[in-house]
C-alpha cells in the first residue's frame, strides 16, 4: 500500500509540475476558487466545523 501510496505521489507531482509550467494563471484562480468554495460548502451542507485540537475523549 505504500509503495501505491509513493508512486502517485511522484506521478502527481509530475503531473501538477507540467500544469504549473504551462497554465500558472489558471490553476491559481481554480485553486483560490476551491479555498473561497470550502468554507461556504460546509455551511450549506451542514457539517461540523470546530476543531478540538487537543481533544480528549469525552471532552467534546
Do not use: C, K, W, Y
Not at 8 to 19: D, E, K, N
Not at 32 to 50: E, I, K
Amino acid at each position: 500500500m505504500l509503495l501505491v501510496f509513493g508512486i502517485a505521489s511522484v506521478v502527481s507531482i509530475l503531473v501538477t509540475g507540467a500544469l504549473v509550467d504551462r497554465r500558472l494563471r489558471t490553476l491559481t484562480v481554480v485553486s483560490g476558487v476551491l479555498a473561497l468554495m470550502t468554507p461556504v460548502l460546509l455551511v450549506v451542507l451542514g457539517a461540523r466545523t470546530h476543531a478540538f485540537p487537543a481533544a480528549r475523549p469525552g471532552t467534546e
